[in-house]
């Protein structure tokens, strides 16, 4: 097996594989940093979101106290509740895509901090095999020790996302639950 056969290395190998690792570490920092502030600003798209959504809701109960009784009825409920239905409707297709992607980046950021955490390991293993093996002139390098897969998180870790999406799906419901229930009191009653 090629992850079972090893090979002689001199110095050069060894700080060919060093600085292999160096680099994926490197890499996956970076990559880490990116996804991070990737993360940040769909949170910050999400908040913006929901300030003018909840600046539209209080617009429309805003607009049902403020009118005349002669100009909204109860046989008029349907316009209030149907612009409230079209504007939940539109939310939660815009908070889907945020959470899509926000839950996207945050997958990916997790992958590159399991394969930095991987990287860092294996680098922190041969410095010491060699080191301990400095005594001796010989010195086995194993491809295994700079061969770094891309790790991904267990299927647990998808679960806190589904978590996320039904609060956000559990939120929604009952906020349009409750304005038209208030929509309904308010013109009917």
Same mark, same amino acid.
């Given at each position: 097996?090629?992850?079972?056969?090893?090979?002689?290395?001199?110095?050069?190998?060894?700080?060919?594989?060093?600085?292999?690792?160096?680099?994926?570490?490197?890499?996956?920092?970076?990559?880490?940093?990116?996804?991070?502030?990737?993360?940040?600003?769909?949170?910050?798209?999400?908040?913006?979101?929901?300030?003018?959504?909840?600046?539209?809701?209080?617009?429309?109960?805003? @607009?049902?106290?403020?009118?005349?009784?002669?100009? &909204?009825?109860? %046989?008029?409920?349907? !316009?209030?509740? =149907?612009?409230?239905? $079209?504007?939940?409707?539109?939310?939660?297709?815009?908070?889907?895509?945020?959470?899509?992607?926000?839950?996207?980046?945050?997958?990916?950021?997790?992958?590159?901090?399991?394969?930095? @955490?991987?990287?860092?390991?294996?680098?922190?293993? &041969?410095?010491? %095999?060699?080191?301990? !093996?400095?005594? =001796?002139?010989?010195? $086995?390098?194993?491809?295994?020790?700079?061969?770094?897969?891309?790790?991904?998180?267990?299927?647990?870790?998808?679960?806190?996302?589904?978590?996320?999406?039904?609060?956000?799906?559990?939120?929604?419901?009952?906020?349009?639950?409750?304005?038209?229930?208030?929509?309904?009191?308010?013109?009917?009653?």
């Amino acid at each position: 097996m090629m992850a079972e056969a090893a090979y002689g290395g001199g110095g050069g190998e060894v700080e060919a594989a060093v600085q292999a690792l160096n680099t994926i570490i490197q890499l996956h920092f970076e990559k880490t940093l990116e996804k991070k502030r990737a993360v940040d600003g769909q949170k910050k798209e999400l908040w913006r979101l929901f300030q003018l959504f909840f600046l539209f809701l209080a617009l429309v109960l805003g @607009a049902q106290l403020g009118a005349s009784p002669e100009r &909204l009825q109860c %046989r008029h409920c349907w !316009a209030p509740i =149907g612009l409230l239905s $079209l504007g939940h409707l539109i939310f939660y297709i815009a908070v889907a895509q945020t959470l899509r992607c926000l839950n996207g980046f945050k997958y990916q950021r997790r992958c590159h901090k399991l394969t930095l @955490a991987l990287a860092t390991d294996r680098l922190k293993h &041969l410095k010491m %095999r060699y080191s301990s !093996a400095a005594a =001796g002139d010989h010195f $086995l390098l194993l491809p295994t020790d700079y061969d770094i897969p891309y790790q991904e998180p267990p299927e647990s870790y998808l679960a806190k996302f589904k978590r996320s999406w039904a609060l956000h799906f559990a939120f929604l419901i009952c906020t349009f639950g409750f304005m038209v229930s208030a929509s309904v009191v308010l013109l009917c009653f």
